[in-house]
């Protein structure tokens, strides 16, 4: 008994031990936290107000653009903290030190795709003026950090403006699909990304009944997270007055408008990325056939910190290769390199920072004409009455022959291209004679009216562009593209749509699945007929719209994320099981089903997935679903026909985006629900008399 009570003890003391040492080690590998005095001290250089409305959406004044990146950083950090300080993390690769394994494949990327060392080669060559933006920006985050040590995780300060430009390194190219493209190499059967979407429309003064300019702002985000919008109104003494979408972490308005101008993003998802077989070295594992010879890969160690209990944090040490085609990933169905749209860019920030500063047309094609993000559709409209679509993207010069959509041989070095396609050949259609563009994540060869719209025979086959069309889009054109006198309150309408269309994909299921024979099944016929007897739309009161979008959703889903489509009978047979399982018919009214939820609001909404009016929802095991996605910050601008700006927005939440303490945590949700929006308080003159506070970082 005492040589076995010895030996258990002997293994705690190791296991002590080994956890000490765990401890130690991390500990060690974190920098030295600097004096929270330095980082409050350092706010002092900038000077800046920060008044917030009677809906807590703050309006940063600042006498220089710095200065008012400065107050930016601290009013969101003050909103979204922990958002912000994991976005930090992950663009760092640590994320796994706080929140365990799950993060680590995030952690991986961030190594694999040479995020750190493109930005500490390059940031040197960003402007100056913007590089203080940048750092200014993360004065006011480290700012609201020193005075707010409790939210702060050991290793996170001081952030800096590096830190702000290794994000939009990071994020770009997982816009238009990379990340689910690493996902089918490395992790099949792991969760698919959340669905990407948005719409965009501008309608030209021909087009209105008034003679205005009309944009719609109108992107699908998550609700929560990394890439969920924040507004903003920001101004400084410098030129730089902007009011939109602001992603945690961006010093930049990614959408929105200027007093001159504005444009709305959608997500595209040209084929931006090649995937080539590698042929390994049966004598040495680390070298690859290129042109006949053996190649070696250039070699790294990525050393994961990954959080396994309590402070315990375990260093996990892993290859990372490259080939001369990029990136290279060892999965069990082989060796495979990567080449994509956006490596080793990092001039995102110029971009952003001169298209928030254009004043006009001219100088906002200059800056698209900067060509450093690798995808995204611009729509754009101006107080001067012009419109127009650019389906923006770094396009590979592919030119050699080869079937560029599927796997390649990567023996061949002439399949490795180089560089873009000029910014020239982008896609884009401007002022057309129709008075409208729009853009709801489908081709860009329906963008307008059929007489205005580009042609796929000017453009090559290995651009690899889009030729789908989603009901979104389907929509516009019968609605927008039948009117030829739109209204204000005619645009909101169309906004606000909630019918499928007669040609969309789920029209295509219900006709399907309605033609099956249900053979004597009861609950099969009976939904056969409410599918039948259904008006294609999804007001809260529909009693058809339940059951058809319970059917679709999880394939629009699937099609959207790239993921294996279910068949529409599977998913009409579990629709099914859930409406009567949950409330006992096939037909409850959508908004007993479609639910937003924030805190102590829960609230049935409009609208489904792929609807004008979106909303992506997430099943609950009470049948019902949580929206999560879809519409989130939404915003119409106008231009009259003098020029003058008028501008009104919505959130689907509220400026708190996590405090949950906060009165602006919700308070927008029943306005969202409502389809109702609030005025934009753009100029100084507008935001007289509506300022709740007023108060310089730190001072609140």
Do not use: C
């Not at 290995?462 to 009117?483: S, Y």
């Not at 409009?606 to 997430?618: E, K």
């Amino acid at each position: 008994m005492r040589w076995i009570l010895r030996g258990i003890g002997g293994l705690l003391a190791l296991v002590v031990l080994a956890a000490v040492t765990l401890i130690v080690i991390d500990r060690a590998s974190l920098p030295k936290a600097p004096d929270k005095a330095g980082l409050i001290a350092a706010g002092q250089r900038y000077d800046v107000r920060i008044r917030r409305d009677e809906w807590g959406v703050p309006h940063i004044l600042g006498k220089t653009d710095a200065d008012a990146a400065y107050g930016l950083g601290f009013a969101q950090s003050e909103d979204d903290f922990p958002t912000l300080r994991d976005v930090t993390l992950a663009t760092r690769g640590v994320l796994a030190r706080t929140q365990g394994a799950s993060a680590a494949p995030t952690d991986y990327v961030v190594s694999l795709l040479g995020v750190w060392p493109t930005v500490d080669a390059n940031y040197s060559k960003l402007p100056a003026e913007l590089r203080a933006v940048l750092q200014a920006y993360a004065d006011g985050v480290n700012h609201y950090a020193a005075l707010h040590p409790e939210v702060v995780t050991p290793g996170l300060l001081p952030v800096t403006g590096k830190d702000i430009a290794a994000g939009f390194v990071f994020k770009q190219p997982f816009f238009y699909g990379l990340d689910g493209e690493l996902k089918k190499l490395t992790a099949p059967d792991a969760p698919p990304p959340p669905p990407k979407g948005s719409n965009g429309l501008a309608i030209a003064p021909s087009r209105n009944a008034d003679g205005a300019t009309r944009l719609l702002v109108n992107s699908h985000q998550p609700y929560t997270g990394p890439v969920a919008w924040y507004e903003a109104v920001v101004q400084s003494g410098q030129g730089w007055h902007v009011a939109g979408g602001f992603f945690p972490g961006s010093p930049f308005m990614l959408h929105g408008h200027n007093a001159t101008l504005g444009w709305a993003n959608t997500v595209s998802k040209p084929d931006l990325v090649d995937t080539y077989r590698l042929t390994i070295n049966p004598q040495d594992k680390n070298q690859y056939r290129l042109d006949g010879a053996w190649r070696d890969f250039e070699i790294s160690t990525a050393i994961l910190r990954v959080k396994l209990w309590g402070p315990i944090v375990l260093p996990v040490r892993k290859a990372v290769l490259r080939s001369v085609h990029g990136p290279v990933l060892e999965t069990k169905a082989g060796v495979f390199a990567i080449r994509y749209a956006g490596m080793g860019e990092y001039r995102q920030p110029v971009q952003y920072w001169k298209l928030g500063k254009a004043t006009n047309l001219a100088e906002w094609r200059a800056a698209i004409a900067t060509h450093a993000l690798p995808s995204l559709n611009y729509v754009y409209g101006d107080a001067a009455g012009n419109i127009g679509f650019v389906h923006n993207g770094q396009y590979p010069n592919r030119t050699a022959q080869a079937d560029w959509a599927n796997m390649l041989p990567g023996d061949r070095s002439d399949l490795i291209w180089h560089g873009y396609r000029p910014v020239e050949q982008s896609p884009q259609l401007w002022n057309p004679k129709s008075g409208f563009v729009f853009n709801s994540n489908n081709s860009p060869f329906e963008a307008s009216a059929p007489a205005d719209n580009l042609k796929p025979a000017d453009f090559p086959a290995a651009m690899g562009l889009q030729t789908n069309m989603t009901n979104r889009a389907l929509r516009v054109q019968e609605t927008v593209g039948v009117d030829a006198a739109i209204t204000d309150e005619s645009f909101r309408r169309y906004k606000y749509d909630l019918t499928y269309s007669q040609r969309s994909s789920v029209a295509e299921m219900i006709a399907k699945v309605t033609a099956v024979d249900p053979k004597g099944d009861k609950d099969l016929a009976a939904a056969q007929a409410i599918l039948k007897g259904w008006d294609r739309r999804t007001d809260a009161k529909n009693r058809g719209a339940a059951l058809a979008a319970l059917m679709s959703q999880p394939i629009l889903f699937a099609r959207t994320s790239g993921e294996p489509e279910p068949a529409p009978m599977d998913t009409l047979k579990a629709a099914i099981t859930t409406l009567k399982t949950h409330f006992g018919r096939l037909d409850p009214e959508w908004g007993q089903v479609n639910r937003i939820r924030r805190g102590k609001v829960d609230l049935p909404i409009d609208g489904a997935a792929d609807t004008y009016r979106s909303v992506w929802g997430i099943p609950q095991k009470d049948g019902t679903t949580t929206a999560d996605g879809g519409d989130t910050f939404i915003m119409f601008v106008t231009w009259d026909r003098n020029g003058k700006l008028s501008s009104d927005s919505i959130h689907q939440f509220g400026s708190a985006t996590l405090d949950t303490g906060s009165k602006h945590y919700a308070d927008q949700t029943p306005l969202f629900v409502a389809m109702k929006t609030r005025p934009v308080l753009f100029t100084e003159a507008q935001l007289k008399g509506n300022v709740r506070e007023d108060y310089r970082p730190g001072g609140r």
